[in-house]
């Protein structure tokens, strides 16, 4: 069997750091390990309009900048397919045929929809369009025959709802779709990366996010803003290490070899560490090391999206050709779907 890749993001906005470390940064180590036959990265503009059918502008004005931040990271078009979720109709057509394989009972009790769905204070004004988008997203993975689908830890649950519209319709049609299965990015705090304002979550709509794009100025001042412990208020007071902002980063981002390049009085974080914790180490000391590492890691994305910018035909160029190659893939699948389903009335004259 073929291992496949399939995975995305809305372009509601620009992507940030917390993109990178829970999810494209694993996307292009494994486009680069010639372990996966095909890799299918998804800009999903239909999914993003579930909640902004009054804004498709938002939505229209982003696609360049998702497929900005895509090829700066490093995605490859000659190895990942890139393409527009709207663009390939045939994952409209599979999600409604899924619909009938999943109650509304089973999507009230998806932890990500009700999670979602409390975040945008929908209440019972529940878009159906947003309320559905789990059997949208079994669509998009099964149209392209994904076995592997990296995601973020709190994405989980939409996997786990795809797993079993996949294992009803196998039950039902016979063995058409590939059962998919998650990939998870083994740092568990990049999983997760919280705000620079501490929170949870980075959010675009709170404001707490470093972008891809951000300049180097732009990523110093946010990071000397950035949250650390609330109680180390003189250099001399030791420090908390533990949800301690700029540490978490650090576990995600920093090497070896910052430590000698940058900060040489210390062999390693675990020595950045205990020197906090200990007392006699301020935060503007380790802010300055975080956006020196940060810089390391954001200086050649930023130099490729410079690149992609003066060359906007090129980008387009690509997504058109993504798209092409990504609609001849689901219209495959869809063709045995339908098939399975015996709905496939004109391919043979069974009706006769």
Do not use: W
Request: with cysteine; net charge neutral.
């Amino acid at each position: 069997m073929k291992k496949v890749i399939l995975t995305g993001d809305r372009p509601t906005g620009r992507l940030h750091i917390g993109h990178y470390a829970g999810s494209l940064k694993q996307r292009v180590t494994m486009q680069n390990s010639a372990e996966f036959d095909e890799i299918y990265i998804m800009i999903a503009d239909a999914q993003a309009l579930t909640d902004n059918a009054d804004n498709p502008q938002k939505i229209r004005d982003n696609i360049i900048n998702v497929a900005l931040d895509y090829l700066s990271i490093g995605l490859d078009p000659e190895k990942s397919t890139i393409f527009i979720q709207s663009m390939v109709p045939q994952l409209t057509e599979l999600t409604f045929y899924y619909m009938n394989l999943v109650t509304v009972a089973r999507l009230s009790r998806n932890p990500t929809v009700k999670a979602e769905i409390q975040q945008r204070k929908f209440e019972s004004s529940i878009p159906v369009g947003f309320f559905t988008y789990p059997i949208s997203q079994a669509a998009d993975i099964t149209a392209f025959g994904a076995s592997h689908v990296p995601v973020g830890e709190d994405q989980r649950p939409m996997l786990e709802q795809c797993r079993e519209i996949v294992a009803k319709f196998n039950s039902i049609y016979g063995d058409t779709l590939i059962m998919p299965q998650i990939v998870l990015e083994q740092n568990r705090k990049a999983q997760r990366l919280p705000g620079t304002d501490g929170k949870a979550k980075m959010s675009k709509s709170i404001g707490n996010c470093i972008y891809l794009s951000d300049t180097k100025e732009e990523v110093y001042r946010k990071v000397m803003s950035m949250y650390t412990d609330p109680d180390h208020i003189k250099i001399s007071d030791p420090g908390k290490v533990e949800g301690n902002t700029v540490f978490t980063y650090l576990d995600v981002f920093s090497k070896p070899e910052h430590f000698s390049m940058f900060l040489p009085e210390y062999d390693n974080l675990d020595s950045l560490k205990d020197h906090y914790r200990r007392g006699g180490l301020g935060d503007v000391k380790i802010k300055k090391f975080l956006a020196a590492v940060l810089e390391e890691e954001l200086a050649p994305i930023r130099r490729r999206r410079a690149y992609y910018e003066n060359n906007l035909p090129l980008v387009m160029e690509i997504l058109k050709t993504g798209c092409k190659k990504a609609e001849k893939k689901a219209g495959q699948t869809l063709e045995k779907v339908r098939k399975a389903m015996k709905i496939n009335y004109f391919d043979d004259n069974s009706l006769l």
